[in-house]
C-alpha cells in the first residue's frame, strides 16, 4: 500500500500522473510490476493539512510499505528517483516532498488469502 498526502487542489488534477510516477519507480528501482501496488491518495482541505511553513502548496507526503529485505542502497535509490521524477514530470521541487519507506516482516503482510512469507510465486524479489 503507498499512501499520497497533500492538499486536495494540487493532488486531484494530478492524482494519474503522480500514481504513473510512483508505478514506474517501483518498476526501475526495485522491479516491481505496474499496478502491484494499491496507491491511495488522500487530498486535504487547507484547514487540514499543517505542513512545514518552508514548503508550497505542492508539499506531499509519499508513503510506501514494503516487505523488509531490500540493500539500503536500493531504497535510498528509489527515494531520489522519485524526486528527480516528481520535479521532472509534475514539476513538484523535491523540498516539497517527503518520502518515507516502511517495511514489515512478510509474516506482516496478508494478501490473496496468504501471509507474505508463505507467499512463493511474487514476480519480483524483496532481496534486492
Known amino acids: 500500500m503507498i499512501t499520497v498526502f497533500g492538499l486536495k487542489s494540487k493532488l486531484e488534477p494530478r492524482r494519474e500522473q503522480l500514481a504513473e510516477v510512483i ?3 517501483l518498476h526501475l528501482g526495485l522491479d516491481i ?13 487547507k484547514d487540514d493539512f499543517y505542513y512545514p511553513f518552508d514548503r508550497s502548496d505542492d508539499y506531499t507526503v509519499i508513503e510506501i510499505n514494503l516487505m523488509a529485505g531490500r540493500m539500503e542502497g536500493t531504497k535510498k535509490r528509489l527515494i531520489k528517483m522519485l524526486f528527480s521524477e516528481l520535479e521532472y514530470k509534475l514539476g513538484i521541487r523535491a523540498h516539497d516532498v517527503e518520502i518515507t519507506i516502511k517495511e514489515q516482516p512478510a509474516h506482516c503482510w496478508g494478501f490473496r488469502g496468504m501471509t507474505g512469507d508463505e507467499a512463493r510465486d511474487l514476480d519480483y524479489d524483496i532481496y534486492v
Open 23 to 25: 508505478y514506474n519507480s
Open 33 to 45: 510490476s505496474k499496478g502491484k501496488h494499491a496507491i491511495r491518495f488522500l487530498c486535504l482541505e
